[in-house]
């Protein structure tokens, strides 16, 4: 089954066919996706079902048997723990990936996104000294240096507690309304997907499963009624709730 989208312009990410295999595991199984420019996307599944591999191929880290993923444009990633250099500081860990620029440049555009993401204070410290929500930030202004057009995140959210993980999806949507890059989240969080994303695709035995555009102005209440169907939906999906209680959910709602 094709997942494409409906869309005049052409998109963002072309994935057709993709196939990667971890000796006779398959992991991604012909899998076809389009991310159209500016569109959040948030990719859920259970452990194990191949989120990071798609992001991974995506970033170019990794390399698929078969099949294609192109890309408008450059793609910048950020991970679930914020790998920064330790002996470096922050400033030099953001302009990392500024590779060709002079000194000067490197530190006038680390500079830039630091403010952005509101960590103009630490650019000059060391990554030891920073909270996890701090490195965290710094991990995504790492990943903005380049003005990507694609933004890969990997469950950048996941380790912080619940106030941070807040601040977090503020900053990341003010970040997207702004630069209106596109975005793939891989995330575990039902909720967070719904919150943030425009459209939200399970991934199950290598293949997209479901997808759930989400049409609701942000911010979004969560309890609103259209959401919540879509949770319910979602949990079927990745196989958390009965099918059924979708099924009944929908009449109700
Ligand atoms: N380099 C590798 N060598 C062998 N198997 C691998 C390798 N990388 C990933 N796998 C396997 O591929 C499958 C998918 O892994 P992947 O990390 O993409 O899943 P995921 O959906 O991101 O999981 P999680 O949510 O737990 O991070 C897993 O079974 C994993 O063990």
């Known amino acids: 089954m094709a997942h494409r989208l409906i869309t ?18 398959v992991v991604l199984d012909d ?13 859920l599944g259970r452990s194990g079902s191949g989120k990071s591999t798609l992001l991974r191929i995506l970033a170019g880290l990794d390399e698929p048997q078969s ?4 890309i408008d444009g450059a793609a910048s990633v950020a991970f679930q723990e914020p790998r920064l250099l330790p002996w470096r500081r922050v400033a030099d860990n953001v302009g990392l990936g500024l590779r060709g620029r002079g000194r000067a440049e490197r530190r006038r555009r680390a500079a830039e996104v630091l403010a952005e993401v509101g960590l103009t204070d630490k650019t000059d410290a060391w990554p030891v000294t920073l909270s996890g929500g701090q490195a965290q930030r710094a991990s995504l202004a790492r990943a903005l240096a380049n003005d990507p057009e694609l933004l890969l995140l990997d469950e950048p959210f996941s380790a912080l507690d619940a106030l941070t993980r807040i601040e977090m999806h503020e900053l990341v949507l003010r970040v997207w309304r702004e630069h209106r890059p596109s975005v793939l989240l891989v995330t575990h969080d039902v909720d967070e997907a719904l919150r943030l994303a425009d459209r939200v695709i399970v991934l199950a035995e290598g293949r997209i499963v479901h997808e759930s555009p989400v049409p609701a102005p942000r911010p979004r209440a969560l309890h609103d009624a259209d959401i919540a169907r879509r949770r319910v939906e979602l949990l079927a999906h990745l196989g958390v709730v009965e099918p059924q209680s979708t099924t009944a959910h929908q009449e109700t709602a």
């Open 67 to 70: 099949g294609t993923a192109e």
């Open 8 to 25: 005049s312009t052409p998109p963002a990410v072309r994935i057709r066919g993709l196939r990667r295999t971890f000796g006779t595991h």
């Open 31 to 43: 899998l076809d996706l389009d991310i159209a420019p500016g569109e959040l996307v948030a990719l």
